[in-house]
């Protein structure tokens, strides 16, 4: 089953019902002083949540190389190349 994440901001029921219809578990956390009802969980499972960060975190490092946040590359397969690189830089480095 898939499960996207999003953070507090994408909270809405707009996103919970295009969720519902498609047979898709939202990891959405409620957003603050928002009311349960129908339609809109009471909890979010955190542990799901808490993996989406790993994601973003690493997204943010490979963005702090220049060539990858703005993508100088025309082609797409030169600009696969250098995400690979800073890939390998991020493993080397840790």
């Known amino acids: 089953m898939r499960r996207p994440a999003g953070d507090r901001a994408y909270d809405s029921e707009e ?3 295009w969720c519902w219809r498609r047979n898709i ?10 009311h349960t009802g ?6 979010c499972d955190e542990e799901k949540y808490e993996r989406r ?3 973003e ?4 490092r490979l ?6 946040a703005t993508r100088y590359e025309k082609k797409a397969s030169h600009y696969k190349a250098m995400l690979q690189w800073a890939f390998v830089g991020e493993y080397l480095k840790r």
């Open 15 to 17: 996103n919970r019902r």
């Open 25 to 34: 578990e939202s990891v959405i956390p409620a957003r603050n002083g928002m």
């Open 38 to 43: 129908p339609g809109r969980p009471p909890t």
């Open 53 to 55: 960060n790993v994601v």
């Open 57 to 60: 975190r690493l997204v943010g």
């Open 63 to 68: 963005k702090e190389r220049r060539r990858v």
